[in-house]
C-alpha cells in the first residue's frame, strides 16, 4: 500500500534523479539514427523563533466541543519540574498536566557509534544542546507537549492537562547511572476524577514507560488518546527544505507504514488547522524529523491514530532558497512552519506504553527491534520510523540498499577518521565495479556510431522500398533487414545504458543514507561544516554542473549524423547540468560529493578506455623533403 503522504522531500530528489536518467538514456537511444525497433523552530534557530509573531490559532488537543471546563476543586498544588538526568538525555517534567517540557538528547549510542549530539548550527565555539521540544509548543496556550492525555469531554480534558500533579517521593534533580533506574508517580484527583501516571527512566536506555489510570466516579474513560508531539526534532533549523524537513507524523499500520507531514498531507481550515486519521492494526506511532524521534508503542495495538497540525509563520535569518534568489540576491526572511500531533489510543487501566525519544541512528533501532519483545514488550519494528522511502513501490529495494550503504560507510569512516573520505573511497570502490560495464558501453557506442551511416542507408532503401509496395516478404526487403540485424548485433545503446540505470537506485540509497546517517549529520570534510547540508560557500553545486558537463562531453553517445540531432546533444550537454544545478541546490554536500566525484572517476575511466579503444587505422603517409636512395621508382599509371 503506498504512504498517505505526498512526501515532497524526496518527490523532488526522485524527480531530479529520475530526469537525470532519462534524459540522459532518452539522449543515447533516440538523438541519433539508431536500428528501428523489431517488426520508461519553531525555535527555528531558538532566540528568532521564540520572538517571532505567530499568526495561527492553537490547535486544541481535545475533540472539538463548546462544552465549557469545570472545575470542582481550586487547583492548590504547588507547581514542580522535576528534571532526570543521565548520560544520554535530560529531561523536565512539568508537574502541570503531568506532561514534558524538555528533552535534551545529550547524545548518541549505538552499537556502532557514540558521539555526542548538539543542535543545527553548532559550532566548536557553541555548543547548542540538542532541545526536542518545540519552543513554539511550549509558548502556546494550552501548551502543547509530549504525554498530554485527551478525550471525548473537553472540560476532562482541560482539568488533567492544565492542573498541578501531585508529586510523591521524588527529589527535584534526579541523576540516573548507566543500569539505574527511576520511577516517577504523578497524581490528579478532581472531583470523580483520578488520574495517575507512572513514568519510568533508565540511565542507560532511551526507552521510557508510561503507565496512565484514569477514572471517573471509579470507571475507565473510554477512548482515551495519548499525544504524542507537537513536533518532535531540530528546532534550531534556520529554514526547511526537501532535504531537510519539518517533522512529520509517522505510524506502522497493518505492516504498512504511514507519513503525513505538515506541509503537504493535511488541508487545513480557515483556523489553520486539520486532522487526520489512519485505521488499522497500529503497531506504534511517532512524531519525528530527519534524525530524531518520539516513537510511543502501546500495550496492545491500537484500531486507529489520529494526527493533528495546525501552521504559523516565524521570523528567519536571511536565506537563498533558490539559485535565482542567490544570483538576485532576493532572501527570503519568513517561513511557514507546522506543529504536528500524533493522538495515540492507550488502556487507562496502567498499561504500560513504551516510549522510545532519541535519534533514528538505524543501528541503535535495529538493536532494540531485535530485541522489542523484551524492550518494548511485544515484537514491534522501529527502524521504519527512518524515511528509507515515502513509496512503498521503491521502499523495498531502496531499504535494502540504504543499509548496506550505512554498514558501508560506517566502515570506511571507522578505517579513515573522516566521513567525507569515506564518502570518496565509497564512491571510488563502486565505479570501479562498474568499469567492465563502461567499458562494454563504450564498445557498444562505438560500433553503434560506426553502422550509423550505414545503417541510415539501409533504412533509406526499406523505405523507398515500402513506398514502392513492396512487402516484407520480399526477397529484397528480407536482405536488407537481415543487413540491419548483423549491424546491430553488440551494438545495442540498450545495453550501453545498463550502468547508468545500475546507478539510479543507488542515488536514491545514497541518498536516504546521508540523510539518516547520524554520523553524517554535523561531519565536517575541507570547507564543507556539516555533510548532511548544503554548501554554504555553494562551491560544490557549480563543481558538480561542471563535472556533469565535463562527463557528458567525453562519454561516448550514439552518432548524431543530422545537424538538428547534434545541436539536439549541445543542447543537452549544458543544459541538462544548469537543470541539475537548480534542482540540487541546497542539496546535502555528502551526496553532492559522491555525485561529483563520481563523475571525475568516471571522466577517467572514459579517458582510459579511449585510450586502449583507439580504432584501427593505417598508418598515416609520412611527407619527407627527398627520395631515399635506393627506393623503388613507380611507375605512373595512365589514365
Given amino acids: 500500500m503506498e504512504n498517505q503522504s505526498n512526501s515532497g522531500n524526496q518527490s523532488r530528489f526522485l524527480i531530479a534523479a ?18 528501428p525497433p523489431a517488426n520508461t523552530n519553531a525555535n527555528s534557530n531558538a532566540n528568532v523563533a521564540a520572538a517571532a509573531p505567530t499568526t495561527a490559532a492553537p490547535a486544541q488537543p481535545a475533540a472539538a466541543t463548546s462544552t465549557p471546563p469545570v472545575v470542582t476543586n481550586p ?31 545529550l547524545k548518541n549510542k549505538s552499537p556502532k557509534a557514540d558521539i555526542p549530539v548538539y543542535a543545527d548550527g553548532s559550532t566548536d565555539a557553541e555548543k547548542k544542546p540538542m532541545q526536542l521540544i518545540s519552543q513554539e509548543a511550549l509558548n502556546r496556550s494550552p501548551r502543547e507537549l509530549p504525554f498530554r492525555i485527551a478525550t471525548d469531554d473537553a ?30 508517580e504523578m497524581t490528579l484527583t478532581d472531583g470523580g476524577v483520578s488520574v495517575k501516571k507512572t513514568f519510568v527512566f533508565r540511565g542507560d536506555s532511551y526507552v521510557s514507560d508510561l503507565g496512565v489510570t484514569l477514572t471517573n466516579n471509579g470507571q475507565p474513560v473510554p477512548n482515551t488518546r495519548l499525544l504524542i508531539g507537537a513536533s518532535i526534532g531540530d528546532h534550531a533549523i534556520n529554514n526547511h527544505t526537501f532535504y531537510h524537513p519539518e517533522s512529520e507524523v509517522v505510524a ?60 504559523y509563520d516565524v521570523q528567519t535569518k536571511p536565506f537563498f532558497y533558490s539559485i535565482f534568489q542567490w544570483i538576485l540576491r532576493n ?37 532494540i527491534s531485535d530485541s522489542s519483545a523484551t524492550t518494548l514488550g511485544r515484537e514491534v519494528e522501529i527502524t521504519n520510523v527512518i524515511n528509507f522511502s515515502s513509496y512503498s513501490f521503491l521502499r523495498w529495494m531502496i531499504k535494502p540498499i540504504a543499509i548496506v550503504v550505512l554498514h558501508s560507510l560506517n566502515f570506511f569512516n571507522w578505517l579513515t577518521g573522516n566521513y567525507g573520505i569515506a564518502i570518496i573511497v565509497f564512491t571510488f570502490l563502486f565505479y570501479m565495479l562498474l568499469f567492465p560495464l563502461r567499458w562494454t558501453q563504450s564498445k557498444s557506442f562505438k560500433k553503434a556510431s560506426g553502422n550509423a551511416p550505414k545503417m541510415k542507408e539501409i533504412q533509406d532503401k526499406i523505405k523507398d522500398l515500402q513506398k514502392k509496395g513492396v512487402s516484407n516478404d520480399d526477397p529484397r526487403m528480407r536482405d536488407l533487414q537481415m543487413q540491419q540485424l548483423k549491424m546491430t548485433k553488440d551494438a545495442l545503446p540498450i545495453g550501453g545504458c545498463l550502468p547508468m540505470l545500475l546507478q539510479f537506485p543507488l542515488l536514491i540509497a545514497f541518498y536516504t543514507a546521508v540523510t539518516v546517517s547520524l ?25 558538480f554542473a561542471l563535472s556533469m558537463i565535463l562527463s557528458m562531453k567525453f562519454t561516448p553517445q550514439a552518432a548524431a549524423i543530422t545537424p538538428e540531432q547534434q545541436m539536439q546533444q549541445k543542447m543537452m550537454t549544458y543544459i541538462m547540468p544548469i537543470m541539475m544545478l537548480w534542482v540540487m541546490w541546497m542539496a546535502p554536500s555528502g551526496l553532492l560529493l559522491y555525485w561529483f566525484f563520481g563523475n571525475i572517476v568516471s571522466f577517467g ?34 589514365a
Fill in 605 to 638: 575511466q572514459q579517458m582510459v578506455i579511449n585510450h586502449f579503444n583507439k580504432p584501427n587505422l593505417p598508418p598515416e603517409t609520412e611527407v619527407v623533403a627527398e627520395v631515399p636512395k635506393g627506393a623503388k621508382k613507380v611507375k605512373p599509371k595512365l
Fill in 18 to 35: 529520475a530526469l537525470s536518467m532519462a534524459v540522459l538514456f532518452t539522449w543515447q537511444m533516440f538523438f541519433a539514427p539508431t536500428p
Fill in 155 to 184: 472540560a476532562l480534558n482541560t482539568s488533567i492537562n492544565e492542573r498541578n500533579y501531585q508529586i510523591v517521593g521524588a527529589e527535584d534533580t534526579i541523576t540516573l547511572a548507566d543500569g539505574e533506574q527511576r520511577v516517577i
Fill in 252 to 311: 506502522g499500520i497493518s505492516g504498512d507504514i504511514y507519513r503525513h507531514q505538515g506541509n503537504y498531507s493535511f488541508t487545513y481550515d480557515a483556523s489553520n488547522n486539520a486532522t487526520l486519521t489512519d485505521k488499522g492494526s497500529v503497531d506504534w506511532a511517532a512524531v519525528s524529523d530527519s534524525y530524531f524521534a518520539m516513537v510511543a508503542v502501546p500495550a496492545t495495538p491500537a484500531t486507529s491514530v489520529e494526527y493533528r497540525a495546525s501552521k
Fill in 75 to 105: 487547583d492548590t498544588t504547588p507547581a514542580r519540574t522535576i528534571t532526570i538526568k543521565s548520560p544520554l538525555y535530560e529531561v523536565k517534567l512539568d508537574s502541570k498536566g503531568a506532561v514534558a517540557s524538555s528533552w535534551v538528547i
Fill in 519 to 543: 554520523e553524517v549529520r554535523q561531519a565536517s570534510f575541507l570547507w564543507l561544516p556539516d555533510l548532511s547540508a548544503a554548501d554554504p560557500w555553494h562551491i560544490l553545486e557549480f563543481a
Fill in 331 to 367: 532572501p527570503t526572511t519568513s517561513e511557514t512552519r507546522h506543529l504536528v500531533t500524533a493522538y495515540l489510543p492507550i488502556n487507562t487501566d496502567g498499561s504500560v506504553t513504551k516510549v522510545y525519544t532519541g535519534t533514528k541512528d538505524y543501528f541503535l533501532l535495529k538493536q
